[in-house]
């Protein structure tokens, strides 16, 4: 794993493989929020879409 | 620095004293010598301690048969520990206090709480107090370790990022607890059809604790502070309605917890996306020596209120294991030593 990008929600620090491709969904080790790899030249990540949970709403 | 010692646990019959003998004695470099118990004396640990059965064969003794050890751990009633200090310190290089006794440094300010002048008070400027998140620096080496209030450890470890940074204006604090804060003696309160069942405002005001917070993080900002009793045997929450000096958001809170923590080998950062144990829980930590702390910032608050939660075990980080690793860094071991179980889940 050599290459690195930054969670959007808490900031951590994610190692990624270096054959990671745009779609694939990782998850933030420290806010457990899934993210979805964005490779256009550089590598971000965005959150993933999620099923909303119902929390008593 | 010995890389074996004896310890010895005075108190041993209560709850913070049956799980400093669990801790010690699956401690590397610890052998458990003596445990003390005026009531108990003669019968072995495990009559009062029952998770020890066929653990140790180690038996109660009367603290008049007490024998000199490498390090004393005193878990005695409030005020026992502060009127026998000067012989219990001719019998161990080292003391750590799990009581209230020399947790202030002030005995202008043990008078104000605890109402009454402390009866060693030149004692209290030779103990460090007991938290190593804190006070680490001070306590390597240390012969003399004062234990934490279990409440005033999660505020403290809760609030004290936000207080460093010069945040903080104003936090109104309340800890729900669980009811062996209480200690091991039955009280009326104690009793099972009137304690089951309650969430009871314990202090709403006033609260003993209070003045090691204020100890701890310093005077720079506003400070209340209650204790609510509720429907658990092990753990205490503290939920902190934060009022800060300017607006954050919860990258910056992550950026300053992290900071403030990320080298801590028992606090934990919990502030999950996804699950359900999206915030800190006492209940996973029951024996475990972990704070876990999470927080929000409420986007909408014209005050810049951020919330901050944070659990522990009142028996192990709120005291007990507080008071081994305590031990550790004053023994010059690694920190972490004897301290790793993770806590069960389920639960």
Redesign the interface.
């Known amino acids: 794993m050599s290459l690195a990008a930054e969670c959007p929600?808490?900031?951590?620090k994610i190692a990624l493989n270096d054959d990671v491709i745009s779609g694939e969904i990782v998850q933030?080790g420290?806010?457990?929020?899934?993210l979805e790899v964005v490779r256009d030249g550089s590598v971000t990540l965005r959150p993933a879409p999620?099923e909303e949970e119902d929390w008593g709403e | 620095m010995s890389d074996q010692a004896r310890a010895a646990i005075v108190g041993g019959g209560g709850y913070v004293g049956g799980e400093l003998l669990r801790l010690l004695l699956f401690h590397p470099h610890v052998t458990v010598s003596q445990v003390t118990s005026e009531s108990r004396a003669g019968q072995y640990v495990h009559t009062v301690h029952p998770n020890l059965r066929r653990v140790t064969d180690l038996k109660f003794v009367s603290v008049r048969e007490l024998a000199p050890c490498d390090i004393l751990f005193l878990a005695l009633p409030h005020g026992e520990a502060a009127r026998t200090i000067d012989h219990y310190a001719t019998l161990a290089e080292r003391i750590v206090d799990c009581s209230a006794d020399f947790r202030l440094d002030d005995p202008e300010e043990y008078a104000e709480w605890y109402g009454a002048e402390h009866p060693a008070a030149p004692w209290l400027e030779r103990f460090v107090y007991g938290l190593p998140e804190i006070n680490r620096n001070r306590l390597r080496g240390a012969r003399y370790a004062s234990g934490v209030g279990c409440n005033a450890a999660v505020t403290i470890l809760a609030l004290e990022p936000l207080a460093r940074a010069g945040l903080l204006r104003s936090a109104v604090a309340d800890v729900k607890v669980g009811s062996s804060e209480g200690g091991a003696h039955p009280t009326e309160a104690s009793h099972h059809p009137e304690r089951a069942g309650a969430v009871r405002s314990f202090m709403p005001t006033g609260h003993r604790h209070e003045a090691e917070i204020r100890q701890a993080l310093g005077g720079g900002f506003e400070l209340s502070f209650s204790v609510t009793a509720v429907e658990l045997v092990r753990g205490a929450l503290v939920t902190a309605h934060c009022f800060l000096e300017s607006a954050v958001e919860?990258?910056d809170l992550?950026?300053l917890y992290?900071e403030r923590y990320e080298n801590e080998p028992f606090v934990r950062?919990v502030?999950?996306?996804?699950?359900i144990y999206r915030y800190p829980e006492p209940k996973i930590l029951a024996g475990s020596n972990y704070c876990d702390i999470g927080f929000e910032a409420d986007r909408r608050s014209p005050s810049h209120r951020v919330v901050v939660v944070a659990a522990l075990d009142n028996l192990m980080k709120g005291a007990a294991g507080t008071a081994v690793q305590c031990m550790n860094l004053m023994m010059g071991w690694e920190e972490t030593a004897g301290l790793w179980f993770p806590g069960l889940h389920p639960i």
């Open positions: 929600e808490c900031a951590a933030c420290d806010c457990g929020l899934e999620e | 919860d990258r992550w950026k992290r950062l502030r999950q996306k996804t699950g």
